[in-house]
């Protein structure tokens, strides 16, 4: 008989617990949806924002006219070798500052890279620009003569080991690839590769 009376006592208080716990849920699942609907509706776009999606507000880019998508199809190689020498500069810069190589290595990394970044300069004046390209193309071919100096600077650093010639170097190259940025922006949008 006294098994039969714990056994009682037992589920009662299980029970307790259960609708405890339950009602404990039952309230943080309240309090989590009155802040969903709350953030929902706080956050809902406005009509003009929803019909537009991702690109409301933006001004639609106009499409390139043919002598313009001919003058970034044929950048286009001269671009991508740019882009890949300008990061190999970089890391020869780098790899000296942490130790990896020397001023020595530093000269024989970057002093080709000179040799790359003035063919290019003349690879690409060589190219004609249609009219509503030409202040582009000055900005693109001053910012390969600005990548060729600062490869120039760089080589500095063998003759003297002075850290001077890496940070002038730096603000050259970072000069350029912003302007390669604003240049790459108008004729390759999110640098894909032009049809």
Request: glycine share 6%; hydrophobic share 45%.
């Amino acid at each position: 008989m006294s098994a039969l009376v714990d056994s009682s006592r037992n589920s009662s208080r299980f029970g307790f617990k259960q609708l405890a716990i339950g009602g404990l849920l039952l309230c943080l699942g309240a309090v989590a949806a009155f802040a969903v609907v709350h953030e929902a509706r706080k956050s809902a776009p406005s009509p003009a924002v929803a019909a537009g999606g991702a690109y409301a507000g933006h001004q639609e880019r106009p499409a390139l006219s043919a002598a313009e998508e001919s003058y970034a199809a044929d950048l286009w190689p001269i671009h991508s070798l740019v882009k890949t020498t300008a990061v190999q500069m970089t890391f020869a810069g780098l790899s000296y500052k942490m130790g990896d190589i020397d001023r020595k290595a530093v000269k024989e990394r970057v002093t080709p890279l000179i040799k790359v970044f003035r063919d290019a300069r003349v690879q690409a004046a060589q190219l004609k620009a249609p009219p509503s390209m030409e202040a582009d193309q000055k900005k693109y071919l001053d910012a390969l003569k600005r990548y060729e100096d600062a490869s120039v600077e760089m080589v500095k650093v063998a003759q003297d080991g002075k850290d001077d010639h890496l940070v002038a170097a730096q603000k050259l190259s970072y000069a350029a690839s912003e302007d390669l940025l604003r240049v790459g922006d108008a004729l390759w949008p999110g640098e894909f590769k032009p049809n």
